[in-house]
């Protein structure tokens, strides 16, 4: 057998060593040509996640919880995280905030800065909880003003858009999170009031929800869990399933919110859901589209607040009451001898 020449070892080694090198070129290309509003967004939207999965983790609540009561803890993360990276948006694309502000309203470049700021804060507020239920109200308020102001005047113009109403249902789902959390945070002694707004803010989830399921089964070809203007790629994997597979739990666990059954574990399936689409579909279109907010980041960010949305609902539904004792058994103990 003819041994190897003594340098074939070394060039092996130098061509590892040169495509080692061509692979952490090609990844800080990579990261030098996504631009610097995506940048931006990704930033924001990390450092307030940090900090929320920070706080998360050191509260006692995390280590109470159990089972999918630590999915629902997310929620604000979820809802969070997003929401700062759109409020980012508001000083990177000035330009294009403003024109969607209605005519009617002045300053429209003041109203972006100042809702770009208090989207971020009020992430900030939340995941601290620091005048987190302030930060909530003030959110949901806000969130049902860009449905009335903006979103169904837009949607009127054109009753056969679904993407215009589907855009209006979202910004309600949005309201409804945070009206859920702000219900959530209520003392007792406000406890009426704060079923009332745990009330609406069921309605606002699952009426969205609802529609959702219907037009996810009417365009599986769409992506799923915001049925927004975009086919699912053919690079995600088994992606015409996603689609037909959310609409299936949006329909079941949506009805449930709906009639007000189980809501909490119909809630909890939904983030649950809707987590999974952000993971499995989400994901691979933000890696891909990396370099873009339009086709990339905004999609993984919305999926993903609309997930903690739902998951905030989770947490301002009751828990299901234990089921009765059975009467056999309560019969035996009291005939039981000492």
């Known amino acids: 057998m003819r041994c190897p020449p003594a340098h074939s070892g070394r060039e092996r080694l130098k061509g590892t060593v040169v495509s080692s090198g061509l692979l952490s070129s090609s990844a800080i290309l990579g990261l030098l040509t996504i631009p610097g509003d995506v940048i931006w967004s990704y930033s924001v939207a990390g450092v307030v996640l940090a900090i929320g999965l920070a706080v998360t983790l050191l509260r006692d609540d ?17 809802y969070a995280a997003p929401l700062a990276a759109f409020g980012t948006e508001h000083f990177t694309r000035a330009e294009a905030i403003a024109s969607i502000v209605p005519e009617w309203i002045p300053w429209h470049h003041f109203w972006a800065y100042f809702v770009g700021a208090c989207f971020i804060l009020a992430p900030l507020s939340i995941v601290t909880r620091i005048q987190a239920r302030l930060a909530a109200s003030l959110l949901a308020l806000t969130f049902f003003l860009f449905v009335v102001l903006m979103d169904v005047p837009a949607w009127a ?16 789902a949005f309201s409804g999170g945070a009206l859920a959390l702000a219900a959530s945070l209520g003392t007792a002694r406000r ?25 996810q089964f009417m365009h599986g070809d769409h992506v799923p ?6 086919l699912t790629p053919g690079y995600v994997p088994a992606h015409a ?9 949006y329909a079941l666990a949506g009805s449930l919110l709906l009639v007000g059954k189980k809501t909490r574990a119909a809630a909890t399936v939904l983030g649950a859901m809707v987590l999974l689409v952000v993971l499995v579909v989400y994901v691979p279109i933000g890696i891909v589209d990396r370099a873009s907010l339009d086709t990339g980041f905004n999609f993984l960010a919305d999926t ?10 989770a947490g301002a539904m009751p828990r299901e009451a234990s089921l009765p004792e059975p009467a056999e058994s309560s019969l035996q103990r009291m005939t039981a001898k000492p």
């Not at 869990?225 to 975009?230: E, I």
Request: hydrophobic content about 55%.
């Open 225 to 230: 869990g915001v049925p927004l203007n975009r």
């Open 191 to 215: 406890k009426r009031g704060t079923d009332t707004l745990a009330t609406i803010a069921r309605y606002f989830v699952a009426i969205p929800i609802v529609v959702f399921a219907v037009e």
């Open 304 to 313: 993903l607040m609309f997930c903690g949305a739902i998951l905030l609902l």
């Open 157 to 172: 113009q054109d009753p056969r858009d679904r993407f215009a109403l589907t855009l209006a249902l979202r910004e309600l």
């Open 62 to 78: 995390w280590a109470r919880a159990r089972g999918w009561d630590k999915l629902i803890l997310l929620g604000p993360l979820f």
């Open 241 to 249: 399933i996603w689609t037909y597979l959310t609409a299936v739990v």
